[in-house]
């Protein structure tokens, strides 16, 4: 019963705190700041501070038409390329007994390369030398993380960051972190401006998770590996934060939630999310609810009445789902609407070998009251106060 498994974001703000609130546009932030030797006070010196007034969270700024045309073509041929190595065998086999499915077989590669040329041919070494990025990747994950292509994904969604003044970077500076976001969504487009999460609360490297079938798709599978990416597995988390002492970054909701959208209430699936509380009792270390208002807008996304492609999404731990974006684009590029990530209080734990179950659900509704608050606080400023 999704009653019993998602949590509504809906209520009333009596919950709201008195305390002082930051935010810093990722999209607006100057170009020669965006590098990972420049330091984290840099980027603080652009940082405004609140109270924000309702719709001052939602704001989208002029773009410049050559970032807001390598999104269009980049974040499609992304997203294409998630599907294929599903879709193009399919299509293959078929084609042995269809003509049409052997022509849909070329019109999808076609459409797939023409794309993907066109933006590595058009846009990447222009953006290489503006960012002063290097062609390749190179072994310092952290430095890998400041990729042009998602720099302009910052710009697209002007993906904003906040949080308060009970987020101590002093306390946190050196110490790992978890940082838990939902909404999914169709694609966690927000918190693809990686090196915010290795840069502005702690100076410890972020590994985002995915799951591991995503991991081994061709290309896509390789370039998030070089940006940090850890399969989403209790051991891999679970070492990250133990042995190498670094944050990880987990979109906590993942395939359930995009299945679940709703354009009249905000909903994340938490209530059965235990496994990353149990992780940081054994480790100790605390867990950021984040809220990204905006996700939910991006896609639109088509659900089977009969649930078939959720349960075969969750058998293959990869979406299935049909999903539209910008002007009924199947697949293509989402519409461009204000991404911004409220960060709530770090919710503190003590270091259990052996947690019980008690200690598990105890700590579990610290954080699900964590996102609740972070929601409540923050609607209103974004513009969702009916929600």
């Given at each position: 019963?999704?009653?019993?498994?998602?949590?509504?974001?809906?209520?009333?703000?009596?919950?709201?705190?008195?305390?002082?609130?930051?935010?810093?546009?990722?999209?607006?932030?100057?170009?020669?700041?965006?590098?990972?030797?420049?330091?984290?006070?840099?980027?603080?010196?652009?940082?405004?501070?609140?109270?924000?007034?309702?719709?001052?969270?939602?704001?989208?700024?002029?773009?410049?038409?050559?970032?807001?045309?390598?999104?269009?073509?980049?974040?499609?041929?992304?997203?294409?390329?998630?599907?294929?190595?599903?879709?193009?065998?399919?299509?293959?086999?078929?084609?042995?007994?269809?003509?049409?499915?052997?022509?849909?077989?070329?019109?999808?590669?076609?459409?797939?390369?023409?794309?993907?040329?066109?933006?590595?041919?058009?846009?990447?070494?222009?953006?290489?030398?503006?960012?002063?990025?290097?062609?390749?990747?190179?072994?310092?994950?952290?430095?890998?993380?400041?990729?042009?292509?998602?720099?302009?994904?910052?710009?697209?969604?002007?993906?904003?960051?906040?949080?308060?003044?009970?987020?101590?970077?002093?306390?946190?500076?050196?110490?790992?972190?978890i940082f838990c976001l939902v909404p999914h969504g169709v694609a966690p487009l927000g918190a693809t401006a990686y090196p915010v999460w290795s840069k502005l609360w702690s100076s410890k490297l972020c590994h985002?998770?995915?799951?591991?079938?995503?991991?081994?798709?061709?290309?896509?599978?390789?370039?998030?590996?070089?940006?940090?990416?850890?399969?989403?597995?209790?051991?891999?988390?679970?070492?990250?934060?133990?042995?190498?002492?670094?944050?990880?970054?987990?979109?906590?909701?993942?395939?359930?939630?995009?299945?679940?959208?709703?354009?009249?209430?905000?909903?994340?699936?938490?209530?059965?999310?235990?496994?990353?509380?149990?992780?940081?009792?054994?480790?100790?270390?605390?867990?950021?609810?984040?809220?990204?208002?905006?996700?939910?807008?991006?896609?639109?996304?088509?659900?089977?009445?009969?649930?078939?492609?959720?349960?075969?999404?969750?058998?293959?731990?990869?979406?299935?789902?049909?999903?539209?974006?910008?002007?009924?684009?199947?697949?293509?590029?989402?519409?461009?609407?204000?991404?911004?990530?409220?960060?709530?209080?770090?919710?503190?734990?003590?270091?259990?070998?052996?947690?019980?179950?008690?200690?598990?659900?105890?700590?579990?509704?610290?954080?699900?009251?964590?996102?609740?608050?972070?929601?409540?606080?923050?609607?209103?400023?974004?513009?969702?106060?009916?929600?």
């Amino acid at each position: 019963d999704h009653k019993f498994l998602f949590l509504t974001m809906t209520g009333n703000s009596n919950g709201k705190q008195e305390k002082t609130f930051y935010k810093l546009c990722l999209g607006t932030l100057p170009d020669h700041l965006f590098l990972n030797e420049v330091p984290v006070e840099k980027w603080l010196e652009y940082a405004k501070k609140g109270p924000f007034p309702p719709n001052t969270l939602n704001q989208l700024p002029p773009l410049e038409p050559i970032v807001e045309w390598e999104r269009i073509f980049g974040i499609t041929a992304y997203m294409l390329g998630n599907v294929l190595p599903f879709v193009l065998p399919t299509l293959g086999v078929a084609g042995l007994f269809s003509t049409y499915a052997l022509y849909a077989f070329f019109g999808v590669l076609f459409y797939f390369g023409g794309l993907t040329f066109f933006h590595m041919a058009y846009f990447s070494n222009y953006f290489q030398r503006r960012y002063r990025r290097p062609k390749n990747l190179g072994n310092d994950i952290k430095d890998n993380q400041y990729l042009y292509t998602e720099r302009n994904t910052s710009k697209y969604l002007n993906s904003t960051v906040v949080w308060s003044d009970s987020f101590d970077n002093a306390k946190y500076k050196d110490q790992p972190l978890i940082f838990c976001l939902v909404p999914h969504g169709v694609a966690p487009l927000g918190a693809t401006a990686y090196p915010v999460w290795s840069k502005l609360w702690s100076s410890k490297l972020c590994h985002w998770t995915a799951a591991p079938v995503v991991l081994s798709l061709p290309m896509i599978g390789y370039f998030l590996q070089k940006i940090g990416y850890i399969p989403a597995k209790a051991k891999h988390i679970e070492s990250t934060l133990k042995e190498k002492k670094e944050s990880v970054g987990l979109f906590l909701d993942g395939i359930a939630g995009m299945f679940h959208q709703s354009l009249h209430e905000e909903r994340a699936y938490l209530k059965q999310r235990k496994g990353i509380v149990k992780i940081a009792l054994r480790t100790g270390v605390p867990i950021v609810p984040v809220y990204a208002f905006g996700h939910t807008a991006a896609y639109t996304v088509l659900v089977d009445p009969f649930g078939i492609l959720e349960w075969l999404s969750n058998q293959l731990q990869a979406s299935l789902t049909p999903f539209f974006g910008r002007w009924g684009w199947f697949l293509g590029p989402p519409r461009r609407v204000p991404v911004t990530m409220c960060l709530g209080d770090p919710i503190e734990f003590p270091q259990i070998a052996n947690p019980t179950q008690d200690d598990v659900n105890q700590y579990h509704a610290k954080m699900v009251a964590g996102f609740q608050q972070v929601f409540e606080q923050h609607k209103e400023a974004y513009g969702w106060n009916d929600k």
